[in-house]
């Protein structure tokens, strides 16, 4: 089993920054590929970016690309989003993700592991 425990969201202002963090523990050595969700007010939960654990490949929606970014610390055992020029419909609740293998990424039903989500809004 892994264990996610998503922080850093807040209430920000268009334009501004917030950084996301997910500490994982339990057995990291079976976690291949990390990523991060979110799901907004009425909406579908919807991939925002992932990271592959060994080797650090990075992939994201075309939504948040140029603005968003996705970093790992492996001795921390901890994934990290970086998110700046922050829009109103940036606004969701964010999830950790973690799952085995490092196809899929984009694909929530893909994932096994979760956190309980971290709130981030954005006013304009």
């Known amino acids: 089993q892994v264990q996610l425990v998503e922080s850093g969201g807040g209430l920000v202002q268009a334009g501004g920054s917030l950084a996301l963090s997910c500490a994982a523990s339990?057995?990291?050595?079976?976690?291949?590929?990390m990523g991060w969700f979110r799901q907004g007010p009425g909406k579908e939960r919807e991939f925002v970016a992932a990271?592959?654990?060994?080797?650090?490949?990075?992939y994201y929606a075309d939504s948040v690309k140029g603005r968003f970014t996705i970093s790992r610390d492996n001795a921390k055992n901890t994934v990290y989003l970086q998110m700046n020029s922050l829009k109103a419909e940036d606004t969701a609740t964010y999830y950790c993700?973690?799952?085995?293998?490092?196809?899929?990424?984009?694909?929530?039903?893909?994932?096994?592991?979760w956190g309980q989500g971290t709130q981030v809004t954005v006013s304009s």
């Open positions: 339990g057995s990291i050595l079976s976690i291949d590929d």
């Open positions: 993700a973690a799952k085995k293998g490092t196809w899929a990424w984009a694909v929530s039903r893909a994932y096994d592991y």
């Open positions: 990271i592959l654990w060994s080797g650090g490949s990075t």
